[in-house]
């Protein structure tokens, strides 16, 4: 079952937030106050990063398909 793209990204967001604001306070001894805040800096930041490779590897992976394609196109094309 697949979540739908508002509710994963909001998910992601959560995540990266709650687990930012956790490391900061309890791993490098913040302040909660501190910690929130770099948390509300941070995540946005993570769901951007991550939307980010979703977009360049699918690119990266349309432009993979269109090469094979043109490949054996001109291989049909010069009779090999």
Do not use: I, Q
């Not at 909001?10 to 306070?25: D, K, N, Q, R």
């Amino acid at each position: 079952m697949s979540l739908p793209l508002p509710l994963r990204l909001l998910s992601l967001f959560l995540l990266a937030f709650v687990g930012g604001v956790l490391y900061l306070h309890f791993g490098k001894e913040e302040e909660w106050s501190s910690s929130l805040l770099v948390g509300l800096v941070a995540a946005p930041l993570v769901v951007a990063l991550w939307k980010f490779r979703h977009w360049s590897t699918d690119r990266a992976a349309e432009a993979g398909r269109n090469r094979r394609k043109a490949r054996e196109e001109r291989r049909r094309a010069s009779g090999a």
